[in-house]
């Protein structure tokens, strides 16, 4: 592996990184840096641990900050880490950030807190001002994780615009999961300096030709090498190249979305790496059934995958 | 204060307990602990601490558990306690659940996990399931919490029924807050011995006439003596009475629901109490602007309030 990793910020192709888990359903972290450092092998820019993906919300604060400092103990670089930090609690996600913060990560991915509902745009300003005061660092970098299909809860661009002008470079980016190509566009469009990394590599290249910096995404953690390919022919000016390699992603990642996606990728995983310990779900998620699981690793073509 | 507060589980009149925070809105240990005792000498017959009304998922675990400890210190009397010991992760809610356990809470209030939506009701009874296996307590009693204009997460019927199949006795009840008056009728009517709490006093004779337990609500902070009456009257066979008094129970929650009601009975609190901190709320809650609080506090008559 002779790639670069060290990066300025969260830029490129990020893995919205799973978490394995051991017969107790404990995050493995052991298991957790072997995954981050097979994703950075194949070629992600970085890693965005304890998202959704990572069953993030399914873990307590202690066992998140464990899980975290055992990746650099474990020889992940730091520096490629943009950890999840979002909670419903303010104080759980001050704590989870200032740890982040400590452990050297390139930012943080801040959900909104999502218990209640229909809030108002002061009351998420006010969460999100209020862990950026508690954190009291410069060096924080937040990134706006948006969505709206698990939280119900809408980041609207003028909640977004007011952030950014409150906490100008703190308020450094967002990972928008909406799955809204529309939005996306006008992220990258409407508010220059501020990161945008779509939620999904379907639209990897549209978000780079934009101007966005790239995708943070549940399927990466088997399409590295396929979306670092497709980052870096649009890199080169390798036009048609990258829309044929983005086809090819997109076509992938579809036939790994026709599934419940984290149980599949863990599926996949345990496949991969032989280790059945893999499949390992934290409820409320619950494995495939044994018919799908076969379906879907007979329907993915296991040797382009990672 | 002569009333008897030892119950045999929860049942009757129970309030959905504000927390009060201070000026860094940290729970105010010494204010909560006078709270509770104010409301079980107005008439309460039990005390839901920790539900969405208290801000629960707005707290750590941490602060959740310290506030907990400090009631009984604070003399009020844990068997009035049901706390709630839901959250996103399922080592929270056991550890949670065992700590009202040891303080000798008369049961636990446990939402679903919400972070996830569309899981499954394998995945629901599983992490339910892991709870109550992992708590590894005979003298649980756990509440099912339902409350989908929150969570997102209907608990349907078959998946209560196969928990109480499951868990005879430890599944002892639920707190229903769908505002759904027939699915609360129909489950007072299909589970006997499980304990119907209607989320809303507007319901509280109606289910206590169907068989059901009582009520748990947020505006019983304010409402208790009045709530309590509509029991009393109706326990002791007062038919006509009850339901004079429970026209006017619903009136009063009806003027109060007409404002963003944690934000509304936190205003009440403080004018009733004459302190200002009463007013605090984490966000992502937002204070009633200074012309709703004031309309508020001119339509509700103060006067029949706790």
């Known amino acids: 592996m002779d790639r670069d990793v060290s990066v300025a910020g969260p830029k490129g192709v990020l893995a919205a990184v799973l978490t394995p888990m051991d017969g107790d359903l404990r995050p493995d972290h052991a298991a957790f840096a072997v995954h981050c450092q097979r994703l950075l092998a194949a070629g992600c820019h970085g890693l965005s641990v304890f998202g959704t993906t990572g069953e993030a ?33 303010l ?14 990560a390139s930012g943080v991915l801040v959900l909104p807190p999502f218990y209640y509902k229909n809030v108002g745009d002061d009351g998420l300003f006010r969460f999100f001002a209020e862990v950026i005061e508690r954190v009291g660092d410069d060096r924080l970098r937040l990134y706006l994780y948006h969505i709206p299909q698990m939280t119900n809860i809408h980041l609207g661009l003028p909640l977004i615009s007011r952030l950014i002008e409150a906490y100008p470079g703190v ?44 995708c943070i995404s549940a399927t990466v953690n088997v399409t590295s090498r396929l979306a670092r390919r497709v980052h870096d022919a649009h890199a080169s000016g390798l036009d048609d190249e990258a829309e044929v390699l983005q086809k090819r992603l997109s076509q992938l990642r579809g036939s790994i979305e026709a599934y419940p996606v984290i149980p599949a990728l863990k599926v996949l995983m345990a496949d991969l790496t032989g280790d059945e310990a893999w499949r390992n779900l934290r409820p409320p998620l619950s494995e495939l059934h044994e018919e799908q699981a076969k379906e879907l690793l007979s329907e993915v073509p296991l040797a382009e995958l990672l």
Chains 1, 2 share one sequence.
């Open 57 to 89: 919300n399914s873990l307590s604060v202690d066992e998140r900050l464990a899980a975290l400092e055992a990746l650099p103990e474990g020889g992940v670089p730091a520096g490629t880490l943009l950890p999840g930090t979002g909670s419903c609690a």
């Open 91 to 104: 104080t759980d996600t001050v704590r989870l950030s200032r740890a982040a913060l400590v452990a050297g």
């Open 171 to 214: 308020i450094a980016g967002t990972k928008d999961s909406s799955g809204d190509r529309e939005r996306i566009m006008t992220l990258c469009a409407e508010f220059p300096g501020f990161s945008v990394l779509a939620g999904t590599e379907t639209l990897l290249l549209e978000t780079l030709r934009s101007g966005g910096e790239g």
